[in-house]
């Protein structure tokens, strides 16, 4: 397959790259990253964007099987000022448009889209959430009713598309999860805030295998949970990070402590809403790693 993947060099983006390459697909990765002298790697070319418009890129759309959109700043960056949050709003659904954009200009289209987003489009707070749950009315909810909509027509437009509800990814490095294990690998580790909030997670490894699952599978088209099916609390998590790091599991870290220290952006370990991959499991896509002791053992931390 011909497949063209925005966000290609972040983390799910190199990830997914490398299992695509590994079968014979040839990929062509957009990055807002300058382009150093690299290896060269068989199957992949880097292309440069400006995150906004097809401009350089939007003619490659045409020859392409496919369109992975993972484009989008990382919510790990600190501190959650008035200007990052339009960055995070920005780069999604900019990135989205363009997207939609190159789609419709192309003859002939690709087969499908697969367009990336968040497991907090249900919300911090509630029961827990399936791809029936109505989105919340925070930050992170209305950023991935966005993040989705900058894509929705391409329907309208013959292709299908699948769009993955993304949990934190787990991975040794990169995205979020490194500084959620900051406090654990200094010797402070233990719940965060009250501890019985949901903690939505998914292995990297499960990310990849789920959203080749879906490129795959042409009866696949909507929304999916991409979340692990065990729900954990942030009592549970630290306490099973704490001893992968052969670290103490002390006192709970103060909620009032973490909302002075991290602003606004403490609504990511502070709240959490358990939420299930029900359509992802009907479809037929087995999890590798459905425990989260098992996923983070595997992480060899």
């Known amino acids: 397959m011909n497949i063209l993947i925005t966000g290609g ?3 799910i983006g190199k990830a997914l790259t ?3 390459l590994a079968d014979g697909s ?3 990765a957009l990055t807002r990253r300058d382009l150093l002298p690299a290896p060269v790697t068989k199957g992949l070319t880097l292309v440069h964007w400006d995150g906004r418009t097809p401009s350089g890129w939007g003619e490659l759309v045409s020859s392409m099987d496919a369109v992975i959109n993972l484009a989008g700043e990382p919510l790990a960056r600190w501190p959650w000022t008035k200007a990052q949050k339009q960055r995070f709003w920005d780069s999604r659904v ?7 954009e190159a789609i419709r200009a192309a003859s002939p289209r690709p087969e499908v889209l697969i367009q990336a987003s968040g497991i907090n ?3 911090l707070r509630g029961g827990p959430a399936d791809e029936s749950t109505s989105p919340g009315d925070d930050f992170l909810s209305r950023l991935t009713v966005a993040w989705e909509d900058a894509t929705k027509e391409v329907e309208q437009m013959g292709v299908r598309r699948c769009v993955t509800r993304q949990a934190v990814v ?3 490095k990169g995205g979020l999860f490194p500084l959620m294990a900051l406090p654990v690998r200094l010797f402070a580790g233990g719940p965060l805030g009250g ?3 949901a903690v939505p997670w998914v292995h990297l490894d499960d990310v990849v295998g789920a959203m080749r699952f879906l490129l795959e599978n042409e009866r696949t088209t909507g929304a999916y949970n991409l979340i692990a099916p065990e729900a954990v609390s942030n009592a549970d998590f630290y306490r099973i990070l704490a001893k992968a790091l052969h ?3 002390w006192f709970p870290a103060p909620a009032f402590l973490l909302k002075l220290v991290l602003g606004e952006m403490s609504v990511l370990v502070l709240e959490g809403r358990a939420a299930a991959p029900r359509r992802l499991v009907e479809a037929g896509y087995r999890f590798q790693y459905g425990e989260i002791v098992v996923a983070i053992n595997h992480l060899g931390l």
């Open 9 to 11: 060099t972040g983390l």
């Open 18 to 20: 490398r299992s695509l």
């Open 26 to 28: 040839t990929v062509w």
């Open 94 to 100: 900019q990135a989205g448009q363009a997207v939609t």
């Open 121 to 123: 489009h249900y919300g």
């Open 170 to 172: 787990l991975a040794p």
């Open 195 to 197: 501890g019985k909030q």
């Open 247 to 249: 670290r103490p599991y």
